[in-house]
């Protein structure tokens, strides 16, 4: 199986274009002092129009081609770009096709901790792996360095990934991300990830919508700012609706008892889903009124989120995933 399955991936002329590419080695080598340099051009090479004419049988245009790529192309300067991808909640197989192209092509990494280490391992082996961090309230590296950062490694030619848990653009910074680099000139691609709110409504069986139950959906940021209640409370308690916190963990108890204060029957039904998606996927079943102190006693670990409306009562007969995790029923 693994032979027949790697002979639909290795071309047939794959051997020429080797003996081709041996061929033009040394002339690459003087050519460009830098391996990154090398590495890029050798990529074009390999994935390219040359490639394609050897795999044609057309090894004699395939020649002049790369010559003449070679020739042109501008030993001292090399235009990095940067690929602000989203990683998705955990399981590597929700990355997107885009995603995993662009992780395996890029020569240098930033990734923080919400990135599983699945998804990590399926960055470019060699790749240099920069950790930037971001526990709550502690950001190994500030927010304005990882932008500076990212500037300053496509300003010197690398292919930057920039790897961020879920989708970048939902409460994830993206877009401050690519504002610099926007200022900057550099060019730079957003890949879209499967945000935790997907990942973990799936995973969990509990639909985020429901035409009988519920008819939209918010997504809000549960990080209370110095334990202070900013949110707008009343356009959350609305009939036939789910909410969706994220980072509520800390702010639960908040959270529930705000809900309650502004009309929220504390029979409303709320999960918490501990890991979503992931090996470790455990999943909290209560009401607004109990789940803080249900959290309190499952000793749960982040990253975790949680799901407030009639929809959650779905999870009883449609939960599919790591059904033999603990479900609790407080
Ligand atoms: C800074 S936000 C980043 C969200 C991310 N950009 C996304 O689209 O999912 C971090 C929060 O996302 C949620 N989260 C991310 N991955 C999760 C997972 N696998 N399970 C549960 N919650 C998750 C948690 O609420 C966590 O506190």
């Given at each position: 199986m693994i032979r027949s399955k790697l002979e639909t991936l290795i071309p047939a002329g794959l051997g020429r274009l080797a003996t081709l590419a041996a061929r033009f080695r040394n002339q690459v080598k003087a050519h460009f002092s830098e391996i990154n340099q090398r590495r890029l051009f050798w990529e074009k090479v390999l994935q390219g129009e040359v490639a394609e004419l050897v795999f044609a049988k057309r090894e004699g245009a395939a020649a002049d081609l790369l010559e003449k790529q070679l020739l042109e192309s501008d030993a001292t300067q090399s235009a990095g770009e940067v690929y602000l991808v989203g990683g998705g909640?955990?399981?590597?197989?929700?990355?997107t096709f885009r995603a995993l192209r662009l992780m395996q092509q890029a020569d240098v990494v930033l990734h923080d901790r919400l990135v599983s280490e699945d998804v990590l391992n399926?960055?470019?082996?060699?790749a240099e792996r920069i950790y930037v961090g971001k526990e709550r309230d502690n950001h190994t590296v500030p927010q304005e360095d990882i932008n500076q950062l990212l500037v300053r490694l496509a300003k010197s030619g690398r292919r930057v990934l920039r790897l961020k848990g879920g989708d970048p653009f939902i409460f994830g910074r993206g877009g401050e991300e690519i504002a610099t680099l926007a200022e900057e000139g550099i060019s730079f691609q957003v890949v879209p990830g499967i945000t935790a709110a997907s990942g973990c409504s799936s995973y969990a069986g509990?639909?985020?919508?429901?035409?009988?139950?519920?008819q939209s959906c918010l997504f809000v940021t549960g990080n209370l700012r110095d334990g202070s209640v900013d949110l707008n409370w009343s356009g959350m308690v609305q009939p036939q609706q789910t909410i969706v916190f994220y980072m509520g963990l800390q702010g639960l108890p908040i959270i529930c008892e705000q809900l309650i204060c502004h009309?929220?029957?504390?029979d409303m039904p709320a999960a918490l889903v501990q890991?979503?998606?992931?090996?470790q996927q455990q999943v909290v079943i209560g009401t607004i009124a109990s789940l803080p102190d249900e959290v309190k006693r499952h000793q749960v670990k982040a990253p975790t989120l949680v799901i407030v409306g009639e929809?959650?009562?779905?999870h009883e007969s449609l939960a599919w995933f790591n059904t033999d995790s603990v479900a609790v029923h407080g």
């Open positions: 909640p955990g399981d590597p197989e929700l990355l399926l960055t470019r082996r060699d509990i639909p985020l919508t429901h035409r009988d139950y519920s009309g929220m029957s504390p890991q979503g998606t992931t090996a929809v959650v009562n779905l």
